[in-house]
């Protein structure tokens, strides 16, 4: 057998394809949530807002089309793989002309691969977007170990682990030799590992949060600063943090059996990570965008497992890059978006992290940056390529 029969052997199709029982179970758990218990603090101060969360419920029950969402996802080419043990899922999109670059694109938590479902085709084929085709990807994205339609690890893995098994599925199961690795979220952190560990394969990476850590901490008084202020600014944020990466799995049973419970704690952080008008969610995210990344998480039944990956990056020794103060060495693309909730250090900080290449501070957008700003995204992305294919 030929490498490239080997490499399709490895690789099943696979389709989105929830069953009508699955779906009466969610609407009868949704239709019965006890919504008088919930006293009402008229805002987002103590977490997710109740009017706003009754009024996505309302829509959930009446309005949103599951089958819609589902055919949207199925019209990519999806694919499983057995990975070190695991069943990856991935999406994979092959670039149109003669010669487009491997993308590895990862997500991370509360989000899912469809995230991605409005950057595919435009990094995939940018002459039906404008573009050219020289500027063309290969896209996998792949669901993380443990969330949606990816199978689960055999216990957490934290983001080093989880790039050592996409490592894999980009050269032992798709057979690319190198390949550009981009994410945000977990998908930053990802990519950072795929960048440290596993180059040349992983020949660069864009990255648009900064999720890593010096172990010799900040140098400069405006380095001392950032820190002081970012510390601050995550009291707030700190406690579905701690809770995920020490008892994940005493949330997981409450979360389990609510699909509203998860609706909540996902809607809670797109609202305030999210380059909003307010705490207007929806001048960011249409409601079916919201639902579809919800109902990935509570049809596969995997709030459970994609938790845990907090658990996993404690155990692998939190967000410190290298005890011995080494980086990133490949060449590296950092997209600044003004409202990303981990907010960015100065470039030195950064650059002592990282070899920094091109360095793009956007007019807006968020942390989900290529929910809130595809074109942005893209655009960076195909940019920094060129460098790389020079």
Known sequence: MSAADQIHAACHPFEVAVSAETLTDIR????????????????????????????????WLNEFDWRKQET?????????????????????????????MPLLISHGWPGSVVEFMEVVEPLAHPERFGGNVEDAFDVVAPSLPGFGYSGRPPRPYGPRRMAAVL??????????????AQGGDWGGAISSWLGFDHAPACQAI??????????????????????????????????????QATRPQTLSYAMMDSPVG???????????????KGDDIESVYSKDEILTNIMVYVTTRTFNTASWIY????????????????????????ALFPAEMLAWPPRTYVERLYNVQQWTEMPHGGHFAALEQPVLLVEDIRRFARILRT
């Open 311 to 334: 658990y996993g990056r404690r155990e692998e020794g939190g967000r410190i890059l290298s005890d011995d103060n080494r980086r990133v060495e490949v060449p590296t693309a950092c």
């Open 206 to 243: 864009h990255i648009n949060i900064l999720t890593m850590r010096h172990a010799a901490g900040p140098q400069t008084d405006e380095e001392r600063d950032w820190e002081v202020k970012f510390e601050r600014d995550q009291i707030l944020q700190d406690g579905y943090r701690t809770q």
């Open 167 to 180: 490592n894999k599925l980009m050269t032992e199961v798709l057979g690319y030799d190198h390949y550009l």
């Open 262 to 276: 998860i609706a909540a704690w996902l809607v809670e952080k797109f609202n305030a990570w999210s380059d909003t």
């Open 72 to 100: 949207a996802i199925n019209r990519f080419s999806h694919f499983t793989a057995p990975v070190d043990g695991i069943d990856i899922h991935f999406l994979h999109e092959k670039g149109s002309g003669p010669n487009p």
């Open 28 to 59: 009868r758990r949704v239709e019965n949530f006890p919504w008088h218990e919930m006293p009402d603090d008229g805002g987002w101060s103590y977490g997710t807002n109740l009017a706003y969360m009754k009024e996505l419920c309302a829509y």
